[in-house]
Structure formats: C-alpha cells, structure tokens
C-alpha cells in the first residue's frame, strides 16, 4: 500500500509520460505517488523478452524515440544513448519485370543515384531536397515550442515565418501537397507514410488528422531525425524510473486505479481510488491528480460515459515482431539487407497502394495487399541479442503495419484470431514479393520449437495497455497550437486541462501528446507547479 495517505500529486498510470511528470515534480519537492496497473512501469515503452529460452529484449510495443527533448533528459539526469541510423529508409519495387527501389541514405551521393536509378532523372531528388529542407526549417522552430505554455495559431504561425509551409502542413490536405510536388507514384508513398503511423486517414482526409501525424513525425528533434534507444524502448523508461525515485517519488505497482473524484477528499481535495494485486481496496487524497491514460479511461474512471472507442480513437495499426537467424536477401541484389533494414524498408506503400488499402479498410474487408513497414532495432544496437546470438548473425524485425483499424478485428462474420492471421499472412506475402527467399525460412525458434514471430493488433493493445481501441496516440492527435487565446490558467496554458481544476492529463491525449516524446508529462508537471 502506499506509505501516506495524502500527497502533492498522484500520478495515474507508469508510462514515460507518467514517469516524467513524477520526477519533475518530485525534484521540485513535492510528495508523490504513481500508481501502476502493471507489475512494472514503463506503459508501451518497454523491451521485453518475447520469445522463451530466447535471450533478446525487443522493444515490443513503442520502438523508436524522436521526440523526447534533449533538455527533458538533461534535467532529470537521464543516462541514454541514442543510436542514429545512417539509412532512413529502403523501398523495393518491380518495375518492368526489374526489381529495384529507392535507397534514402548513406550520403547525399548514393541517394540522388538510387532516385536517379528508379525515376530516370534527378527531378524527384532535388524535390525531395527542397521538400526536407522546408521540413527541417519547420522542425527547428516547433519542436522547441512543444514544451512552452501552449501557443495561440497566430502566435505559431508568426514563429513558423513561412507561409508556404504553414500552408502545406496546417491548411491543406498533405495529399494536395504531395502530388504538388512529386510525380513518382513511389516517391509520394514514401512521403506519405509519416502522416499514416497508427493514424487511419486517407492522404486527402478534409479532417487533416494525416497532417498532424505528419507534422509529429517531421519536427522530432528539431531535425525529423528517428533514433534507436540504445538498449531497447526499456532503458528509456528504466533510466525515468530510477530518476523519479532518486528525485523521492514513491513508484507503486500492481495497483489499479479503479474511481476519481475531483474533490470528494479530505478539505476538498481529490480522492484517488485503487484495488492492489491482493484485491484490497484503498483511497488517497491529493492536491492534483495527473491522468497517464486516455482521455477515454478517464472519463470512466470520473464515472462519466465513456462509450465504445470507434472512428478516430480507435487504432490502425498491426504489429509483428520476429527474431530471425539471419536477414533475408532481397530481389534487388544492388542493395545489401543490413543497409536496407537499417532504416525503415516499405511495402506495399505506393501512393496509390495506401489509397486503396485505405479503402478496402473502410469498406470492411481490410486491405488485400497490407502496407507496412519494416526495420531491424539490433543492426543500429546488437545490445538487445546475447553475445551468442549477435555473434550467429541473428536479427530482430519489427512489422508495423497500416490500415488495419480495430473495427476489422471485432466483427464481420469472422473471430478475431481468424482476421489476424489473414492480415498477417497477407502482410508477409507483400513482404516475400521483395525477398530472394521467404521471410520464414529465416525465423529462429524459440525454446520450445516454435517460430519467433509475435503479433499484436490492436485490441491486443486494448486489453494489455488500456489504449482506446488500441490507439497509440490515445485518440486523434492535435495541431500544437490553440485556436485563440483565453488561456485561464495553468492547465490551459499548457494544454492539459480536463475541465476539472486539480485533475491534469500528462499523456498522450493532452495537447501535444503521441510519440515516446515525455512532452505532456512534462507540461503536466510545469502546471501542476504554476509555472
């Protein structure tokens, strides 16, 4: 049980966001408790060992880190080491009976030539150049906003100073700007996959929620610039945890939160109601409650309707991940496989391809051809495999794929289990159209004899981490901005209100949440202080 019963601050949920906010607020002396549902902390950012008598930790849910501040980790004297990757990303296609792709890295050089290569000139490269250089001027003036008191449009939009780039990003739909600026069918699938991760839109949706996304995964870093986190999405949340405790949070796990009451404690506190692994029920008071769920499970636990997850809160998203004893060869023999797994390698992600997939969704009969992504976390850092494993030439795999919303999984005549393993035997038939060999005959085995492939859709997400329809953003995401000022206090200067004065939301649905970012945690806990 929790050693008082009453703090400053309690912190619903041990995911980064939660951990960050606890060890921003201890430092500045408060007493605080966060309160885990799970046996350990950490939400979707954690490594775990998914395959028996098999010794590699796989970053099992969330994979890569972009938007986690350098000054986040400064001030809570994180001890990471961020992996770059030399590749941003590999595409293969058949094109006139020839297999080829595009190569995006390892020099400006090799990358105009692979363009060259596919396209026939350097038309699409020099777009791209100038596409990413708006990009890059994009990033560096938003991303530092992302932990400032939330601005007004106008107030971004004068920081921006780019009317073209406030225009293709935050007016039009991305799919208008693409096919502006790039005529290869590939080249604007590349481009138009940012706007797509664990978002279900189509490139011309009128809603511009494939923009945000975009925007989220363009500014990282105030680069775009995607990292491995050396030793897996675990040391990431490990080295939150151990900062939050030496800072004096007090970190209970095994304890559900079950009720909220905004003021129904002690001299008109709130009172925070939980059932521990031993099913004891218990309540504590606290000055303000920070909320590291969704929107959605705080609703529920405020004992307001909630309704089913559907439309944009629910997820898109299907994710395998495997351990392979070596990386297939690919039918472009022009490109080495650790080169073009090293970044993210594309299937099935033509522009026209996602259009279609997009549709097939929505009509219900998912995609026949499923996009995904693809990339190899132990090529950047063969930390996550045992020595013996790294020394046999083994590799991990992680499958992201798109369009697969939650709805395809919960109904239409067919059980769950029967839709996932049509999606993902349908996604691996995409991904052996580009192989030398089949991606099973380089699955390892686990310790019982059986393949080293895990899968994951999103009411798998659902169940095991409470995301909304297995949403990783926890609904839709939001522009950086609010759209006049009016601000009242804190919690609306920093984009974490509820409605509620002592309850904050520190995740991924508060403004500027989504991503392994620690940005809504730390926003919560700049309000939570009356910064």
């Given amino acids: 049980m929790p050693a008082h019963s009453s703090y400053d601050a309690v912190i619903v949920g041990g995911g980064h966001n939660g951990l960050v906010a606890a060890a921003y607020l201890a430092r500045a002396g408060r007493r605080v408790l966060l309160l885990e549902r799970l046996a350990h902390t950490g939400g979707a950012a954690v490594s775990a060992t998914a395959f028996p008598g098999v010794a590699a930790r796989l970053s099992r849910y969330a994979y890569l880190v972009s938007l986690l501040p350098d000054h986040i980790v400064r001030d809570l004297g994180l001890r990471l080491t961020p992996a770059k990757r030399e590749f941003s990303s590999y595409t293969p296609v058949v094109r006139q009976g020839r297999a080829t792709g595009l190569l995006v890295g390892g020099g400006t050089g090799r990358t105009r030539e692979s363009f060259a290569r596919l396209t026939g000139s350097d ?71 940012d706007g797509l991760i664990g978002t279900f839109a189509s490139a011309h949706d009128p809603s511009l929620r494939q923009n945000r996304c975009f925007l989220y995964h363009v ?14 999405m675990g040391a990431v949340t490990d080295a939150l945890a151990a900062s939050a405790r030496r800072a004096g949070a007090e970190l209970v796990t095994g304890h559900e939160v079950t009720g909220l009451s905004p003021d129904g404690g002690p001299g008109g506190r709130a009172e925070v109601r939980f059932t521990d692994e031993e099913g004891r029920d218990g309540a504590v008071g606290a000055e303000r409650v920070l909320v590291n769920a969704s929107p959605h499970v705080l609703a529920r636990l405020l004992g307001e309707d909630a309704g089913e997850p559907s439309g944009p809160v629910e997820g898109a998203q299907l994710k395998v991940n495997m351990l392979l004893r070596r990386l297939p060869r690919l039918r472009d023999a022009s490109v080495d496989p650790r080169d073009a797994f090293a970044g993210t390698f594309h299937v099935a992600e033509g522009y026209a391809q996602l259009e279609t997939a997009y549709r097939e969704a929505v009509a219900g009969t998912g995609p026949a051809a499923p996009p995904s992504e693809l ?24 499958l992201f794929g798109l369009h697969t919303p939650a709805r395809l999984f919960a109904g239409g005549g067919q059980s769950e289990a029967e839709v996932r393993d ?83 939301m520190c995740g991924s649905g508060a403004a500027r949440g989504g991503g392994v970012s620690g940005i ?12």
Avoid at 176 to 183: K, L, Q, S, V
Avoid at 375 to 398: K, M, R, V
Avoid at 520 to 531: F, Q, S, Y
């Fill in 123 to 193: 038309r699409e490269f020099e777009a791209w150049q100038d596409f990413y250089a708006m990009t890059r001027r994009l990033a560096a003036r938003v991303f530092p906003s992302l932990t400032e008191p939330l601005p007004t449009r106008a107030e971004l939009r004068e920081r921006v100073g780019d009317e073209a780039a406030w225009e293709a990003v935050f007016e039009r739909p991305l799919g208008e700007t693409i096919e502006e600026r790039f005529a290869d069918d590939l080249v604007r699938g590349v481009v138009l996959t």
């Fill in 422 to 504: 049509r999606l993902l035997a349908a996604a691996l038939a995409q991904l052996d159209e580009q192989l030398a060999e089949p991606i099973a005959d380089c699955l390892a085995v686990d310790g019982e004899g059986r393949p080293c492939l895990e899968v994951k859709t999103p009411l798998d997400l659902e169940r095991d981490l409470w995301l909304p329809g297995g949403n990783i953003f926890h609904g839709d995401l939001d522009f950086p901005f609010r759209e006049e000022d009016g601000a009242r206090g804190p919690a609306d200067r920093w984009g974490v209100g509820t409605g509620h004065e002592r309850v904050l």
């Fill in 375 to 398: 990339y190899c976390h132990s090529l950047s850092d063969p930390s996550i495999l045992s020595p013996e494993l790294a020394g046999a030439g083994y590799q991990t795999l992680t």
């Fill in 520 to 531: 809504p945690g730390h926003n919560a806990a700049m309000a939570a202080l009356g910064r």
């Fill in 219 to 232: 500014i990282g870093g105030s680069t775009g610039d995607w990292d491995v986190p050396v030793g897996g």
